[in-house]
């Protein structure tokens, strides 16, 4: 990210500095770095721009609390925009959304490819003190037993009112149903496109 070699002189000493989630990969901000905005940035690893209003740098979060923690830094092929996938530390605008064009940033829903990536970790590099180790030893019929007494479990549970006890049972399943996947070496994505070619025949 040091090597960067950006034309400021092109674009008056600013360029425009497009700030996208590292994890969602949703477009958060757009912001203006000079040099030192952009020296800045790289020393403290919190995005900081230069203000054209102000006249005076500012670093995102020094007066909320929401920083932006630098990832990635590309330059685009004119050599005068910035790229920069960062992970925000709360609420983004100013107006406490998400992002600064009102956009909703799940990434919530993100942690899911984090969580298989850590599955398939467990099972190409064993821990033997690992429960998902434990499992991916135990064979696939071990593992789709496992995913189908979690099945009974959140019916059961599915039955009362317990809404904490409905959700755990509900984690429980997820998370051996992503087990099973990666012992099958199916990804994620293709039971994905299955869905999605049958919303496409609706």
Known sequence: MNDLNIDFEKVN???PAIIQDADSNVVLMLGYMNQEALDLTLATKKVTFFSRTKGKLWTKGETSGNFLMLESLTL???N???????KPVG???HTGNDT???EPNNTKIVFLETL??????????PDEK????SLFASGINKIAQKVGEEAVEIVIEAKDNNKELFLGE???????YLVLLEAKEVELNEVIEVLMGRHKKK
Do not use: E, M
Not at 80 to 86: G, P, Q, R, S
């Open 80 to 86: 005068d925009t910035l790229l920069v996938k960062a």
């Open 13 to 15: 000493g600013l360029v």
């Open 100 to 102: 600064c064009f009102t």
């Open 76 to 78: 685009d092929c004119d």
């Open 130 to 133: 690992s429960y998902t180790t």
């Open 91 to 93: 609420p983004v605008c």
């Open 116 to 125: 298989r990536q850590i599955i398939k970790d467990r099972k190409n590099n």
């Open 170 to 176: 509900a984690a429980d399943l997820l998370f051996h």
